[in-house]
């Protein structure tokens, strides 16, 4: 069994900053990529950042510039820090990982989601 808990979700202002956290724990052979996705009510759920096992981060148009994506391989950590937010970044978010298992098995794995609100 694998988990992923996440933390540091909140109420913040408009142009404030937060740094979510996400820890996997459990049966872990290795992690690929990790990542943070959002959505909203309604809405499909989209990326938001993403980090390769090597470091290499992608993220959506709307984030660049204003928030990092950062993991930390010895404590299987993801991290995203989110400065200048804005209202439309208000949103549920949730972790993700890939895993392989030592079979070559690839899955994907969820966190519960962090609700992130800013207010105007």
């Known amino acids: 069994q694998v988990q992923l808990v996440e933390s540091g979700g909140g109420l913040v202002q408009a142009g404030g900053s937060l740094r979510l956290s996400c820890a996997a724990s459990?049966?872990?052979?290795?992690?690929?990529?990790m990542g943070w996705y959002r959505q909203a009510p309604g809405k499909q759920r989209e990326l938001v950042a993403r980090i390769s096992s090597g470091g290499s981060p992608k993220y959506a148009d709307s984030v660049k510039g204003r928030f990092t994506i950062s993991r930390d391989n010895a404590k299987n950590t993801v991290y995203l820090q989110m400065n200048s937010l804005k209202p439309g970044d208000t949103d549920v978010y949730y972790c993700?990982?890939?895993?392989?298992?030592?079979?070559?098995?690839?899955?994907?794995?969820w966190g519960q989601g962090t609700q992130v609100t800013i207010s105007s």
């Open positions: 993700n990982a890939e895993l392989s298992s030592l079979s070559g098995n690839v899955r994907d794995y």
């Open positions: 459990g049966s872990i052979f290795r992690i690929n990529a």
